[in-house]
Structure formats: structure tokens, C-alpha cells
């Protein structure tokens, strides 16, 4: 077993849970969070649009793998969900608890057959005979427990060899508490600010009967919207004088910087989340936030789905990104020299302009005012 010279340590993860819009909280509490939603969805949508493909590396070069199961694999895992939706599951787990799981289902054959995300709000490591398995709190409330082999698990800010990734629930629990405090408060102080407060002093004894009464009549005479002149009369018995509420609202300054820190927290900025990225800024959004996860995607993939024979024939997982998509006009345009010298096939550049492939543009073309370096033309000239 590849865990015979592991310590039998138990481990204990709690998860966060994302469902639709809606934040769960390690503690069982629903926290809707706008901010958290906006933060990750650039991340969540740019994993989700990876395309995984199966490839063979021989002494000839690479060539795409035809193997009919890894294909259903990869585009269909199961029978509710696309490979695009699994993706998204497996990033919005990974940003927000530094883990995600993904359950292979094997016939008994041995050969994968379905891939199901694995909801986890808590996760446990035990071992059985030097082999780990993981036992999860799922979020309907039930239990199941499942054989680390038969996970694919993706996860950031490992130490020490450990099992699990570092869970993200304390530092986004003091960030969230912050936000929701926050927007509390603005929300009491606009309601507070809605409305006008008068206390009436009353400068004779009067019975509660009366106070009433002539409270009533104050708020009906004064208050009325049918008051267009703003002007109200009161007798020598009774003294109006208005109360200002005063509300704390914290300044434009502190709530910046709360979110910067939530920005600085999910590796995002104001840009991306909005979408007002140029090239260079959404090429470096990529860089540190979206190949890093490629990487571990494509090495987890392909140590669950193919066995230690297969994978020593060369057979990989590997998920490719259109992130040209992202590219400027000009930039894309430049990409036709890379088809004149048969770097790039024509359809490959028309699916980076967003046109449909034509026929023959698979093969690779060149011009013919180029050719391969120390190549001797017709008249035995270098």
C-alpha cells in the first residue's frame, strides 16, 4: 500500500458549504454572503471552462487518447452532471475550504465508470490495515465513508504532509462577521434615518387617555403628507421638541479596506470581479489563481483514473484553457503568424476568433515563403 510508511494520525476537516447563492458556515448557520459569491465566480466559471483531454506521449510526440470510458469521463462524470458542472463543484469547494473531493465509482472490473462531487461539511481520516479512508458528514446529514484511492482530492496550503488542506473557516468567519456587522448596521441606520422623532412635553398633569389623544392629534395635524404648508400649531400646555437619531454608519474608508481584505483573501481585485480587465491584468489573474489549480487537476485525474501500468505507457489527464479567449483583437490577429509557420492549425485560430471550424483546417499549414532550418531548396541551396 502507498501508505505503509504513513503515521496513523487522525485528522479531522470542517468544510464550508456552498449551495446556490447561499454561504454555509461550519457552525450550521445560513450566511448569505453577495460578497463571497462575487469574489469566486470568476475563479469558479474560469476552472469550469477547462477542457479535460486524455493524451498518450510517445518518441513520435503526443497524441490525443481514444479510449471510449475516459472520454464519457471527462464530458458526462455521471448522469446528472456535465464535466463542466463537476469542475465548477471542485473549485468553489477548493477557494473556499482549501479542499474538494470527487468520488470514483469503479465497476467490478476495476475501470472507472462515474465520478460524483462529494458534498463534504466534514471530513475524518481513519486507517483500516494501513489503507486511509475518509468518513464525511455529508450536508443532507448523512454518512458516508469512502477509500482514499478512490477520491480524487484537490487541495491548497498543505503542511507537514497532512492530509487536508488548511480550512479557511476562521479567517473567513472574522472577515464575514466584519461584512455582516457592517451591513447591518447601514441597514438599521437608513431605517432609523426614515423616520421623525418628536418627544412631547406635556406642561400640565393630563391622564394617559389624554396624552394619547393629544399625541395623535400632533401626529395627524404635523405629519400628515396632506401638510403641504410644514407648519403645525400647538397650545401653551404642551412644548414639541424633535430628536435627531444618531446612528453610527461606518465611513466610506473602513469599508473599503474590509473589502480589499476579503479581495486580498480570495486572491481577486475590484477588475475581475467586475469585469473590467484588460489582457495583461486577466493574464496575471490566471497565472496565480487558475494554472496553479490546472496543474493539480490534471496530476489527481490522472493518478485515480489510470493505474500505475497505464500511467508508465504515458496515459495523462491534462486540462487546457482557452484562456486566449481573454485576449485583445490586436492580440489575436498577431496569432495568423502562428498559423503561417504551422504552429497553430486554421481552426485552432478561428476557435480562438469565436468562428466555426471549415474543412481541412485541422492540418497544419505554412508558408511558402518559409521552410525548416538548413532545409536545401531545389537548386541545392541552403
Not at 173 to 193: F, P, R
Request: with cysteine.
Amino acid at each position: 500500500s502507498r501508505f505503509l510508511n504513513r503515521s496513523p494520525t487522525k485528522q479531522t476537516l470542517r468544510m464550508v458549504e456552498m449551495n446556490g447563492d447561499s454561504f454555509y458556515m461550519w457552525n450550521g448557520d445560513i450566511y448569505k454572503s453577495d460578497f463571497v459569491v462575487s469574489c469566486i465566480r470568476p475563479y469558479v466559471n474560469a476552472i469550469g471552462k477547462l477542457t479535460p483531454k486524455h493524451i498518450q506521449k510517445s518518441s513520435t510526440g503526443v497524441k490525443s487518447g481514444e479510449w471510449p470510458f475516459i472520454r464519457k469521463l471527462l464530458d458526462n462524470p455521471n448522469p446528472y452532471v456535465t464535466g463542466q458542472d463537476l469542475q465548477e463543484c471542485i473549485a468553489s469547494s477548493l477557494k473556499l475550504n482549501n479542499n474538494a473531493f470527487v468520488r470514483v465509482i469503479r465497476n467490478p472490473d476495476g475501470i472507472p465508470c462515474e465520478l460524483t462531487y462529494v458534498p463534504a461539511v466534514l471530513a475524518e481520516t481513519f486507517y483500516v490495515n494501513q489503507e486511509l479512508y475518509i468518513k464525511f458528514n455529508l450536508a443532507n446529514g448523512k454518512f458516508e465513508t469512502i477509500k482514499y484511492d478512490d477520491l480524487i482530492h484537490i487541495k491548497n496550503l498543505s503542511k507537514n504532509g497532512e492530509i487536508f488542506g488548511q480550512s479557511n473557516a476562521t479567517a473567513l468567519n472574522n472577515l464575514l462577521s466584519v461584512i455582516s456587522m457592517t451591513d447591518q448596521g447601514i441597514v438599521k441606520a437608513i431605517k432609523n434615518g426614515g423616520a421623525i422623532r418628536w418627544l412631547l412635553k406635556f406642561l400640565t398633569t393630563m391622564r394617559k387617555e389624554d396624552i394619547k389623544q393629544k399625541t395623535d392629534d400632533f401626529v395627524e395635524s404635523f405629519m400628515d403628507v396632506k401638510n403641504s404648508t410644514g407648519a403645525a400649531g400647538i397650545d401653551n400646555k404642551m412644548e414639541a421638541q424633535q430628536v435627531t437619531p444618531n446612528d453610527y454608519v461606518p465611513n466610506a474608508g473602513n469599508i473599503e479596506k474590509v473589502i480589499q481584505r476579503l479581495y486580498s483573501f480570495f486572491g481577486t481585485n475590484e477588475k475581475i470581479v467586475q469585469s473590467k480587465y484588460s489582457e495583461d491584468e486577466w493574464n496575471a489573474y490566471y497565472e496565480s489563481e487558475i494554472e496553479p489549480v490546472v496543474m493539480k487537476l490534471s496530476n489527481a485525474y490522472t493518478n485515480r483514473l489510470f493505474t500505475e501500468g497505464q500511467q508508465r505507457f504515458n496515459n495523462k489527464i491534462v486540462f487546457e484553457s482557452a484562456s486566449l479567449q481573454y485576449a485583445s483583437m490586436s492580440t489575436k490577429l498577431q496569432l495568423l503568424q502562428m498559423v503561417d509557420r504551422g504552429a497553430m492549425t486554421p481552426n485552432e485560430w478561428r476557435e480562438v476568433l469565436n468562428l466555426p471550424p471549415i474543412e481541412g483546417g485541422d492540418k497544419p499549414i505554412r508558408r511558402l515563403d518559409t521552410a525548416v532550418v538548413g532545409k536545401k531548396d531545389e537548386d541545392g541551396k541552403n
